[in-house]
């Protein structure tokens, strides 16, 4: 059948384009719309249609994000952003110079960038190292959440068991390293900034009532700014909560709790015990023992996921989060010890007490409701005067619990770094004290402590996200607190932000230096198997090593050249150029072979995964030869320019 002839029956093309599978990682179906668009009229105006483009739409991108039209419209323009975005992050990959400028722009692009680059966080790498981000990734995949209960009681790779997966099957770039990293740094900083904002709103002069729904919103929002400090996507927080307020409803009404506050039937006290023994049947409990001190029970994006045993806080917040969305009014309440949730019908009254009930969402298998007798009876125990007992037992200002939730995460804190618990990742404990400290300096500026968690954040920022500085602490940070001329601590902050500019980099030129950075050897004298992250000309060690370790003993002594070095085991060590030989080596009689193999990358890719994703951009392997080359960063290859001819060199066997 001619093309002519078969236009004149739109429903059978339309039928045959809708077979065009939809796809996250793969453009073909795409491409081939397009192609129909590009030969002529009558089929473009077919290949448009939204039924076709509607399912493209959303297998690439998580929400709408504003962008209103046809669907195929919406696709087009979504993804010129896409390509904005991918650039800018190249920039950001390959030119320092531009860092600042091009992060600035991507924050200000704002959840338009979120998905590509999300996409480039998750970029493909060598199947034989996949397995060693295949958690990180299932768990960037699985952000947004459709469903409730069981999926979320386990582990995440039940979760994904639930999930149909597609197969990731783009090319493997050729910065794959730095582009996973880079991309989850830009992510981070695009979160961290958007979440000053949103704290400096709960925290600003004008106060909802604490009755209010702005109230609860207020809370809502600055618990979910905290992880937004961490760094997650806060927008699926609140995606993730439409989808148990909507299951919760639906489980009540199933059972004959009524959820309609207007209706006569409604009653509070069955609805609130409802909620809470919903919550508990999808595993929102209150933390045994062992887990009750776990750093990340303080925040949404994990306990609303793999930490539902968790803290009051916790699980007042969830409380206050379905009820809202269910129609009722709800708030926490600040009590000492720790805290409940006030919740009322949506007109009882002007008055905190009228119509209201106390839930103690962490005791709710033992007693749900709290009554005002048993609350003063507590307070009275703990030595509360009289005047102050009405402000503790009603509903509390969303600032207060925001800033008290602040204050027990530097506790939780305090007590990994005093505890020495492994468990806990430098990067997350410093992003934990960033978010708090930031959060303090936010709320309350003008404190006489304030200044001291300036040193703080500047020690995190510097190590663990080099991208906050212009967007998040130069200007959504500054910008708040040097609005008053009278506090000190924003133009303090405004001179550690000048500080962390001045960044200098010192070329080390070559000279007489052997070896190269990315270079896997085998150890002369110990036999272990190492990779060069640096050099310098002669050691540079402390006296006391330099004595200890017997430098001066060495034939060569301690002015030949000292490498840093990881090993596979994922130590690291400060080793002289005479006790690296390069691999692979052969034995005299040319039989034994002593290569580099894929499996010796993936013991030092698995054991310094933060590490190799700072600082080496890709990696090359020669499996029949045994060589290995760990090809040095932008920001590596400004430091030791030489090395990265000579490494071209070596994988060439030109060496």
């Known amino acids: 059948m001619s093309l002519t002839r078969l236009l004149c029956i739109p429903e059978l093309v339309l039928h045959c384009l809708s077979d065009l599978?939809?796809?996250?990682?793969?453009?073909?179906?795409?491409?081939?719309?397009?192609?129909?668009?590009?030969?002529?009229?009558?089929l473009g105006e077919i290949a448009k249609t939204d039924l076709l483009w509607s399912p493209h739409y959303k297998a690439r991108y998580s929400r709408d994000q504003g962008l209103e039209g046809e669907w195929y419209h919406r696709y087009i323009s979504h993804r010129k952003t896409d390509l904005q975005a991918i650039s800018l992050l190249d920039d950001i990959i390959s030119t320092p110079s531009k860092r600042d400028e091009s992060i600035v722009q991507l924050v200000e692009m704002g959840d338009l960038a979120w998905d590509a680059l999300n996409m480039e966080a998750m970029s493909r790498v060598p199947d034989e190292l996949r397995d060693i981000w295949a958690k990180q990734d299932r768990e960037r995949q699985t952000e947004r959440w459709e469903g409730i209960g069981e999926e979320w009681n386990g582990s995440i790779g039940e979760v994904q068991d639930r999930l149909t997966e597609e197969a990731d099957r783009r090319n493997v770039k050729k910065d794959w390293i730095q582009r996973r990293w880079w991309a989850r740094q830009a992510l981070g900083t695009m979160a961290r900034a958007s979440a000053?904002?949103?704290?400096?709103?709960?925290?600003?002069?004008?106060?909802?009532?604490?009755?209010?729904?702005?109230?609860?919103?207020?809370?809502?929002?600055?618990?979910?700014?905290?992880?937004?400090?961490?760094?997650?996507?806060?927008?699926?927080?609140?995606?993730?909560?439409?989808?148990?307020?909507?299951?919760?409803?639906?489980?009540?009404?199933?059972?004959?709790?009524?959820?309609?506050?207007?209706?006569?039937?409604?009653?509070?006290?069955a609805f609130s015990i409802g909620v809470c023994n919903w919550m508990a049947s999808q595993g929102f409990k209150k933390a045994n023992n062992d887990h009750y001190y776990d750093l990340m029970n303080h925040f949404p994006h994990k306990f609303m996921t793999t930490h539902r045993r968790t803290l009051p806080m916790s699980l007042v917040y969830t409380f206050v989060a379905i009820v809202t969305r269910l129609g009722l009014r709800a708030s926490p309440v600040g009590f000492p010890g720790h805290v409940h949730a006030w919740i009322a019908l949506p007109d009882s009254g002007p008055r905190w007490e009228d119509g209201s009930l106390a839930v103690d969402v962490f005791r709710s298998d033992e007693t749900p409701l709290l009554s005002n007798e048993t609350l003063r009876d507590k307070l009275q125990v703990l030595g509360i005067p009289e005047a102050q007992t009405g402000s503790l037992m009603g509903p509390a200002h969303a600032s207060e619990m925001v800033f008290r939730a602040a204050n027990n995460i530097l506790h939780s804190v305090t007590r990994v770094q005093n505890q020495m618990d492994l468990s806990v990742s430098p990067e997350t404990r410093a992003a934990a004290l960033y978010a708090s400290a930031t959060t303090f300096l936010v709320a309350r500026p003008e404190a006489a402590d304030a200044s001291r968690f300036i040193g703080g954040i500047l020690s995190v920022v510097k190590e663990y996200f080099p991208l906050d500085t212009e967007p998040v602490l130069a200007r959504a940070l500054c910008e708040r607190l040097t609005r008053d001329p009278h506090q000190s601590v924003g133009f303090q902050l405004r001179h550690v932000v000048d500080r962390l500019k001045q960044g200098f980099v010192e070329v080390n030129g070559r000279g007489s230096v052997q070896w190269w950075v990315g270079l896997v050897f085998r150890h002369r004298k110990f036999g272990y198997m190492g990779l060069v992250t640096g050099w310098d000309k002669e050691c540079r060690a402390e006296e006391d090593w330099i004595q200890a370790v017997g430098v001066n003993e060495l034939p060569r002594g301690r002015h030949q050249p000292f490498y840093a070095v990881l090993g596979e085991d994922g130590g690291t060590r400060y080793v002289a150029e005479e006790n690296i030989t390069p691999l692979p080596i052969i034995s005299k009689e040319g039989e034994e072979h002593d290569g580099v193999t894929w499996s010796n990358i993936h013991e030092f890719v698995a054991n310094s995964t933060g590490t190799i994703e700072q600082t080496f951009s890709r990696i090359e392997v020669n499996e029949e030869q045994g060589r290995a080359w760990f090809v040095p960063s932008a920001n590596l290859a400004r430091e030791y320019p030489g090395d990265m001819v000579v490494g071209q060199a070596y994988m060439q066997n030109l060496l």
């Open 196 to 269: 000053v904002h949103a704290m400096s709103k709960v925290f600003s002069d004008d106060r909802p009532d604490p009755v209010s729904l702005e109230n609860a919103r207020a809370f809502e929002e600055g618990i979910k700014a905290l992880s937004g400090l961490m760094g997650a996507n806060v927008a699926e927080i609140a995606h993730n909560y439409d989808n148990l307020a909507r299951a919760c409803g639906l489980h009540l009404e199933s059972i004959g709790v009524s959820t309609d506050a207007q209706s006569p039937g409604f009653d509070l006290k």
């Open 21 to 42: 599978a939809p796809s996250k990682f793969d453009d073909t179906s795409v491409r081939t719309l397009l192609a129909c668009i590009a030969t002529c009229r009558s």
